[in-house]
T-cell receptor
Framework: DGGITQSPKYLFRKEGQNVTLSCEQN?????MYWYRQDPGQGLRLIYY???????QKGDIAEGYSVSREKKESFPLTVTSAQKNPTAFYLC???????????????FGPGTRLTVL | DQQVKQNSPSLSVQEGRISILNCDYTNSMFDYFLWYKKYPAEGPTFLISISSIKDKNEDGRFTVFLNKSAKHLSLHIVPSQPGDSAVYFC???????????WGAGTKLIIKP
């Protein structure tokens, strides 16, 4: 059955290390997104991609990087430049990249990253 | 600067009664609004949406009301059921804008 998978569910990282969060979808969606959620705040957009080999920065892209080499995959790397990386990270996808703000987004289960 | 505000962090409602979740926004350019529901350790799932050309949209037990002059929308759940216990997020978008702006969420607890 179709859906979005994120791995791992929990991730621990030492300060100064880069870490990559996986996001895979088999919904054949063109658009994919990465959000960050902190306690007491709404979801904030890190990066989004409307099509393979193309992506744009969201509101809080500093300290993060992404790639979109395949339609199904949109991995997020949290670099050592990210000052406060401990958060819950959510990946999402939607069918129509031209209607990104109105098209329903489907979310993965999330990855909780803790920096020790 | 929070453009979408959900001022109640939590709400407790008796099973069978009406749950009303509120959302306020400041950007008058927003023209499309969505509600998502999130269970612990899961990603949000889409619940219901409304365009600014309407003031009400209904889907089963869920109804969203939009008051453009007050920049306020609300989600009504009638009757409330135990499975409705979750965090509810309000989100909004403006024309030709690539992203949704999210509220901080309201945790709804349905008491038996």
């Amino acid at each position: 059955d179709g859906g979005i998978t994120q791995s791992p569910k929990y991730l621990f990282r030492k300060e100064g290390q880069n870490v990559t969060l996986s996001c895979e979808q088999n919904l054949n969606h063109d658009a994919m997104y990465w959000y960050r959620q902190d306690p007491g705040q709404g979801l904030r957009l890190i990066y989004y991609s409307q099509i393979v080999n193309d992506f744009q920065k969201g509101d809080i892209a500093e300290g993060y990087s992404v790639s979109r080499e395949k339609k199904e995959s949109f991995p997020l790397t949290v670099t050592s430049a990210q000052k406060n990386p401990t958060a819950f990270y959510l990946c999402a996808s939607s069918i129509d990249p031209s209607g990104m703000s109105t098209d329903t987004q489907y979310f993965g289960p999330g990855t909780r990253l803790t920096v020790l | 600067d929070q453009q979408v505000k959900q001022n109640s962090p939590s709400l407790s409602v008796q099973e069978g009664r009406i749950s009303i979740l509120n959302c306020d926004y400041t950007n008058s350019m927003f023209d499309y609004f969505l509600w998502y529901k999130k269970y612990p350790a899961e990603g949000p799932t889409f619940l219901i949406s409304i365009s600014s050309i309407k003031d009400k949209n209904e889907d089963g037990r869920f109804t969203v009301f939009l008051n453009k002059s007050a920049k306020h929308l609300s989600l009504h759940i009638v009757p409330s059921q135990p499975g409705d216990s979750a965090v509810y997020f309000c989100a909004a978008s403006a024309p030709s804008n690539y992203q949704l702006i999210w509220g901080a969420g309201t945790k709804l607890i349905i008491k038996p």
